[in-house]
Antibody, heavy 118, light 108 residues
């Protein structure tokens, strides 16, 4: 069974940092592009960042560019999201997501809550 | 950015009814790269439809997708109790992913 399990969330004050991790299993992690998607309460999902299978291509939503950094360790089957200079508006449930070769998302983690508040 | 607008925001229906959900894009969707997801409270989104009209593995045939260009539709032919949820459309394509704001299907 393909599975993604996020960890590392929590409560952090504005300006603080967090590092999210996502452990993948049940599929060939090294062959897949991976994504972080976030969802604020009562809102639709929002794409945050992506990374190619080799890690050579990375992209970020304008709202997090310069503050967030995506990376991966294919030997450990793990995806990361380093979040710096956090803002109140970054508060959301963060999902680790796998796509198919054609681009739709077929596997989502259970989500990890990030709360930015003083 | 291709903005996806879903309508209506909320639908109040009874089991057994037919449901038609709309997703309208601000720009044409390349190669019908449009997916639909179902989300229940406390759960991650679940893929229903990809490529505008292809059902994902294990999805009942009461769910169907159609459309092209800028107008897409998700139809549930006959609502089952487990179908009451929020539905999102998604324009995918590596560097151009956007989601609609969702349509909630609630029990009348």
């Amino acid at each position: 069974e393909m599975q993604l399990v996020e960890s590392g969330g929590g409560l952090v004050p504005p300006g603080g940092s967090l590092r999210l991790s996502c452990a993948a299993s049940g599929f060939s992690f090294r062959d897949n592009w991976m994504y972080w998607v976030r969802q604020a309460p009562g809102k639709g999902p929002v794409w945050v960042s992506l990374i190619s299978s080799t890690g050579n291509t990375k992209a970020y939503a304008d709202s997090v560019k310069g503050r967030f950094s995506i990376s991966r360790d294919n030997a450990r089957n793990t995806l990361y999201l380093q979040m710096n200079s956090l803002r109140v508006e970054d508060t959301a449930l963060y999902y680790c997501v796998k796509d198919t070769s054609s681009g739709w998302y077929d596997v989502w983690g259970q989500g990890i809550l990030v709360t930015v508040s003083s | 950015e291709n903005v996806l607008t879903q309508s209506p925001g909320t639908l109040s229906l009874s089991p057994g009814e037919r449901v038609i959900l709309s997703c309208r894009a601000s720009q044409s969707v390349t190669s019908d790269y449009l997916a639909w997801y179902q989300q229940k409270p406390g759960q991650a989104p679940r893929l229903l439809i990809y490529g505008a009209s292809n059902r994902a593995s294990g999805i009942p045939d009461r769910f169907s997708g159609s459309g092209s260009g800028t107008d897409f539709t998700l139809t549930i032919s006959r609502l089952e109790p487990e179908d009451f949820a929020v539905y999102f459309c998604h324009h995918y394509g590596k560097l151009q992913d956007t989601f609609g704001q969702g349509t909630k299907v609630e029990i009348k």
